[in-house]
């Protein structure tokens, strides 16, 4: 079933990035989201897992794509995603929780001109939390704590990772319950 899961979540990320449909790759400000439950309940729950240094990578990514990775997370750029070379910086900040921010030529917030996948580690979780349970990544406002937009999320328990495609850089957590 896994397998299944993982085939499916592939497929559309192949056929999304095949998709002729292409935007300027360019900076973005955030869209809020409405959320139907409350976001201070959503954030207690938060995937807990304290980090007590950040950690931080920078690459440059082309329009030919390319990877970028860091600890078990990794953003996967198809060809197309950016127009012109760009320098890309994953960072996992000192926190008590799971978060990946991704910054573009130095900017908060950037669109792409192709879908991307990124991938989110919680291994480093270890015994504290289960790989079982339901998680999802949601794209975060770090500096006023604040939940903009759940991303579709695809769990996978074997790699203790979470995956999903976005068009858009920001920050992201994962949210579990």
Sequence with gaps: MTSLMVAAGVTAFVLVGCQDERENASPVEPVQADLAVSPQALLARRLACPSGEE??????IGP??????????????????????VQ?????PASPHVELDVRVNGREHYRLARPVLVTMSYDRCGVLFPAG????VWYY???????????????NPATRSVSFVTNHFSGWVIITG
Excluded at 55 to 60: P, Q, T
């Design 141 to 155: 406002d770090r500096s006023t704590e604040r939940l903009l937009e759940e991303m579709p999320t695809l769990d």
């Design 133 to 136: 349970g339901r998680k999802t």
């Design 88 to 92: 890309v910086t994953l960072s996992v």
């Design 64 to 85: 030919n794509g390319g990877t970028v990775a860091l600890g078990g997370h990794a953003v996967f750029f198809p060809p197309g995603a950016v127009r012109e070379p």
């Design 55 to 60: 950690r931080s990578v920078r690459a440059e």
